[in-house]
Nanobody, 126 residues
Framework: QVQLVESGGGSVQAGGSLRLSCAASVYGVGNYLMAWFRQAPGQEREGVAAIYTGGGSAYYADSVKGRFTISHDNPKNTLYLQMNSLKPEDTAMYYC???????????????????WGQGTQVTVSS
């Protein structure tokens, strides 16, 4: 069982930065794919970025490439999302998610993730 708790959301002006954190309980044995998703009002939840806890490539949505950076601190069992050059269209509830690495499937398929956090709100004003 994995429990995820996000923090770090808030309000910021366009061009500003925020860093989201996701503290994870014990993973158990094995490698996980951990991801950030976001959902704006009236829109579907979309993948933002993902990374394997065992190392390897990171994945990003085209809309955030070059502005957001996902990282994972294994000793702290914490996932991060550094968000720079924020835009009003980045406004959304941001969710942390995890699934066992063996599960497969594209990283941004939200229905393949087993564990979800409660979300943290990010609001970017123009």
């Amino acid at each position: 069982q994995v429990q995820l708790v996000e923090s770090g959301g808030g309000s910021v002006q366009a061009g500003g930065s925020l860093r989201l954190s996701c503290a994870a309980s014990v993973y158990g044995v094995g490698n996980y794919l951990m991801a950030w998703f976001r959902q704006a009002p009236g829109q579907e939840r979309e993948g933002v970025a993902a990374i394997y806890t065992g190392g390897g490539s990171a994945y990003y949505a085209d809309s955030v490439k070059g502005r957001f950076t996902i990282s994972h601190d294994n000793p702290k069992n914490t996932l991060y999302l550094q968000m720079n050059s924020l835009k009003p269209e980045d406004t959304a509830m941001y969710y942390c998610a995890a699934r066992p690495a063996w599960y497969g499937g594209i990283w941004s398929a939200r229905n393949t993730y087993t564990y979800w956090g409660q979300g943290t709100q990010v609001t970017v004003s123009s």
